[in-house]
């Protein structure tokens, strides 16, 4: 199993999920994190930040690690160094989370197999914002090569 | 799972258009529209702070246009695109979002004449230097890099002279500087060449030519190849905060369409050289058939030189593809579909002259259209000598490329022995 690059598997996963533990999200509106959060907010999903320095970010209380999120977590999203990841990846299976999900500039191979091995999704170097508004929202408006080519209407 | 690879043919049908979500519309919907209603204060608050993506004011971005952007996106191969109501617009927007004040541009010296007065005059206005070389030696656009230097510019195919650009070998020199390659493949079209396999990356074109296809509609596109790094030091206004948008960080937020994103939120938002909807309908209809027309222009182009080549009232022939041109191994090499359907020759002059005979020569044609544009559907003609350079003396019309006796011709999709009847007729007049 090797990480989920394509449209069909993006879509299912973002269409099949709602909550997100955000690792790393940024209590500045201007940091790249923040924008992906509050957009898939936006969105009708739920972001909750894992960030042990704030406190409240986007309305949602923020949890020092992922194993203190109270509730289940479909996506794990990391904003963290690549070295973090294999120890974010043990933390979202053991969260029972079904994608591991590393952002735009990410890629750890070792996360990935510990992710995979347990049966969760991998998504590599992608930012969840930007393939959601890629596949499901208006990236297309923003003059971007999508790469949809389909006589279906969007949904 | 991998993604199918579409065709070529098949994005100049589908790519950038899915049936309308609200109707669906199979065709594209005009959405004749100056702004969008915000579905609340905190949507209104997300899209003016770009924290997501969706249509405010018809100035930035509109979905049929849209649609165009993302159809010539995918054509050239590139991540982003953004149109604008002309080609001088597009190369404006994306020389303007990579150079301020004291910045400078290398560029070739064989640039379309309205590029060579946009450069010289109307940028040294603003403060932007350009040094214009010779378009066949990437040493000397080495040579003249400054600190500031922003870009390296040039064309596929060079109008009038038709001279063919070694993509790859500026890009070489670009790379080295540090600075992106931004290529005018407005000649060319994708069909023909797509310059980001050749390592620009930039691409800019006057859609209004091959692209729309049809001489109806003016449009101009910028495509990025989302494959520069911006953050190399040269481009602090690339990842440093931006002040229109209370500091975001164009390269660091949006990567590899971050300067479409900054050419459409700060340059176009500011300087409002938009493309109109209907305009981008109208083009994109010619955009659909783009892969018949291309193949039919150049083979028609071809024919038509090798016939002139061989005609007692013609001096030379200058077409890319032409067996002995000089620029017959760049042609092959960047052109190998064809040349498109631009070409010059020389009416020979005899009894009165070379600019005499061209003129007569003009004004001899029964259906080939005396009108200033290239890659309209129909067969165009034009002595460039008595009307684009008339305002130039002799010796600068030579500089120029211009010789008194040199007629372009912007071969169409007419029967190709009607074209060639034209030619023989008006040449023969052009002889008395």
Same mark, same amino acid.
């Given at each position: ?19 997100? /533990? ?27 930040p ?5 406190? $409240? ?10 194993? /203190?999120i ?6 794990? @999203? ?5 070295? $973090?990841m ?22 750890n @191979? ?9 049966g ?8 969840v914002k930007? $393939?959601?508004?890629?596949?499901m929202?208006?990236?297309?408006? /923003?003059?971007?090569n999508?790469?949809?080519?389909s ?5 | 799972?991998?993604? =199918? ?5 098949? #994005? ?7 049936? +309308? ?7 594209l ?9 915000? +579905?609340?204060a905190?949507?209104?608050? %997300? ?5 997501? *993506? ?6 930035? %971005?509109? &979905?049929?246009?849209a ?46 004449g309205?590029?060579? %007065? ?9 403060? !932007? ?45 670009a ?11 407005t ?8 310059? *980001?396999?050749?390592?620009?990356? !930039?691409v ?44 975001? =960080? ?22 409002? &050289? ?11 209809q010619?955009?659909?058939t ?7 222009h ?9 016939? #002139? ?15 002995g041109? =000089? ?8 052109? &190998?579909?064809?040349?498109?359907g ?11 002259g070379?600019?005499?005979a ?8 029964? *259906?080939?259209s ?7 559907a129909?067969?165009l003609? !034009?002595?460039?000598a008595s009307t ?28 190709? +022995?009607?074209?060639?009847?034209? #030619? ?7 002889? =008395?």
């Amino acid at each position: 199993m090797a990480s989920v690059d394509d449209i069909a598997g993006l879509r299912r996963i973002l269409s099949q999920s709602r909550v997100i /533990a955000v690792v790393g999200l940024s209590p500045n509106w201007y940091r790249p994190s923040f924008f992906a959060a509050k957009y898939m907010q936006e969105h009708g999903y739920r972001a909750i930040p894992v960030n042990p320095n704030a406190s $409240e970010i986007l309305g949602e209380k923020c949890y020092p690690s992922i194993a /203190a999120i109270p509730v289940p977590v479909d996506i794990v @999203d990391c904003f963290r160094k690549p070295e $973090e990841m294999p120890e974010l990846a043990r933390a979202a299976v053991a969260k029972g989370a079904k994608v591991f999900w590393m952002q735009l500039g990410l890629r750890n @191979d070792e996360a990935a197999k510990i992710a995979n091995d347990a049966g969760l999704d991998v998504v590599q170097n992608r930012c969840v914002k930007i $393939e959601h508004a890629r596949l499901m929202g208006g990236l297309h408006w /923003a003059g971007v090569n999508t790469g949809v080519v389909s006589s279906r209407r969007r949904a | 799972m991998t993604d =199918r690879k579409f065709g070529f043919d098949t #994005l100049c049908l589908h790519a950038g258009q899915v049936p +309308d979500a609200a109707t669906g519309a199979r065709a594209l919907p005009i959405y004749q529209t100056t702004s969008f209603v915000f +579905d609340s204060a905190d949507h209104a608050a %997300s899209l003016f702070n770009l924290q997501t *993506f969706g249509n405010v004011y018809s100035r930035i %971005s509109n &979905p049929t246009v849209a649609a165009l952007e993302e159809r010539i996106a995918a054509l050239e191969g590139g991540r982003a695109a953004l149109a604008a109501a002309t080609g001088m617009a597009a190369q404006m927007l994306a020389l303007l979002t990579l150079c301020r004040h004291g910045d400078h541009i290398v560029a070739a010296r064989t640039l379309y004449g309205g590029t060579y %007065s946009q450069f010289a005059t109307t940028f040294d206005q603003f403060g !932007i230097g350009v040094t214009f070389v010779d378009a066949d030696d990437p040493a000397a656009f080495r040579a003249a890099l400054t600190p500031n230097t922003k870009a390296l510019y040039a064309e596929t195919i060079g109008n009038p002279q038709l001279n063919v650009c070694d993509i790859a070998a500026l890009s070489a020199v670009a790379r080295e500087a540090g600075v992106p390659l931004v290529i005018d493949n407005t000649m060319a079209s994708p069909f023909l060449c797509r310059p *980001f396999e050749h390592g620009a990356d !930039i691409v800019v074109h006057s859609v209004t030519k091959y692209l729309g296809g049809h001489g109806t509609t003016m449009g101009g596109i910028v495509v990025e190849s989302g494959k520069f790094p911006w953050d190399n030091g040269r481009f602090p206004q690339m990842t440093e905060p931006s002040r229109g948008y209370h500091g975001v =960080r164009f390269y660091e937020t949006f990567g590899d369409f971050g300067f479409t994103m900054k050419a459409r939120m700060e340059t176009m938002r500011t300087l409002g &050289p938009t493309l109109a909807p209907l305009s981008a309908f109208l083009l994109l209809q010619g955009v659909e058939t783009l892969h018949l027309r291309m193949p039919r222009h150049s083979e028609s182009a071809l024919a038509v030189a090798r016939h #002139l080549e061989a005609h007692p009232a013609v001096e030379w022939v200058n077409y890319p593809l032409l067996p002995g041109n =000089r620029y017959e191994p760049l042609a092959r090499r960047y052109l &190998p579909r064809g040349a498109g359907g631009i070409l010059t020759f020389g009416v020979r002059g005899g009894k009165v002259g070379g600019a005499a005979a061209g003129q007569r020569f003009i004004e001899g044609v029964e *259906f080939l259209s005396h009108l200033a544009n290239i890659g309209d559907a129909k067969t165009l003609v !034009i002595h460039p000598a008595s009307t684009t350079h008339r305002q130039l003396s002799e010796d600068e019309q030579r500089a120029a490329g211009v010789t008194p006796e040199m007629i372009r011709l912007s071969v169409g999709l007419e029967s190709l +022995d009607d074209i060639l009847w034209d #030619l023989d007729q008006a040449l023969e007049k052009s002889q =008395r």
